[in-house]
T-cell receptor, first 111, second 113 residues
Framework: SQQGEEDPQALSIQEGENATMNCSYK?????LQWYRQNSGRGLVHLIL?????REKHSGRLRVTLDTSKKSSSLLITASRAADTASYFC???????????FGAGTTVTVRA | DGGITQSPKYLFRKEGQNVTLSCEQN?????MYWYRQDPGQGLRLIYY???????QKGDIAEGYSVSREKKESFPLTVTSAQKNPTAFYLC????????????FGPGTRLTVL
């Protein structure tokens, strides 16, 4: 079952601008992660944030987590054409190796 | 796509046929997963395996079967019982210690003719 929902479904920005997308989930989680998928390819793990963390950075990526609102955001700063991809949040509810993925946000970075 | 390979990249199947999708990893990961992705939707878990000779059903296991005879391999069979098999299939693996970080293969696109 999918418990994460990304918003917006699609996003188009100019190169150099920031891109922000959100993920909302329904039940308490252990961790939340963000993955990237280039068209027709597999997913690539970007960043993991634990339920006791509020913010995490990795290069041009910034992830926040608000467990009281059951939501997370992914910010990509100074976007590049190579950032064009779909971005998915994934949550795990228990320690049984299963992840639940949202439907994704498709980001298009225009040159 | 790391050390996970999937084959074939494209697969065409006639209705009523069983087909097997291959997934091999050289990352020494204990856990392996099969997901299905349909347009506009996220990934849905078909089957997963935490160790050799053991696997569990995911959310949409009906019409699919798997085996895990070797640590490196986790083939998925799409049977004729799967009513709508046309989709993009993704295999992933992870270590047991860091199961949240899954490494994905390049995917197999299955089309039923």
């Amino acid at each position: 079952s999918q418990q994460g929902e990304e918003d917006p479904q699609a996003l188009s920005i100019q190169e150099g601008e920031n891109a922000t997308m959100n993920c909302s989930y329904k039940t308490s989680i252990n961790n939340l992660q963000w993955y990237r998928q280039n068209s027709g390819r597999g997913l690539v793990h970007l960043i993991l944030i634990r339920s006791n963390e509020r913010e995490k950075h990795s290069g041009r990526l910034r992830v926040t987590l608000d467990t009281s609102k059951k939501s997370s955001s992914l910010l990509i700063t100074a976007s590049r054409a190579a950032d064009t991809a779909s971005y998915f949040c994934a949550t795990d509810l228990s320690n049984d190796y299963k992840l639940s993925f949202g439907a994704g946000t498709t980001v298009t970075v225009r040159a | 796509d790391g050390g996970i390979t999937q084959s074939p990249k494209y697969l065409f199947r006639k209705e009523g046929q069983n087909v097997t999708l291959s997934c091999e990893q050289n990352l020494n990961h204990d856990a392996m997963y099969w997901y299905r992705q349909d347009p506009g939707q996220g990934l849905r878990l078909i089957y997963y395996s935490q160790i050799v000779n053991d696997f569990q059903k995911g959310d949409i296991a009906e019409g699919y079967s798997v085996s895990r005879e070797k640590k490196e391999s986790f083939p998925l069979t799409v049977t004729s019982a799967q009513k709508n098999p046309t989709a993009f299939y993704l295999c992933a693996s992870s270590s047991r210690a860091f199961y949240n970080e899954q490494f994905f293969g390049p995917g197999t696109r299955l089309t039923v003719l």
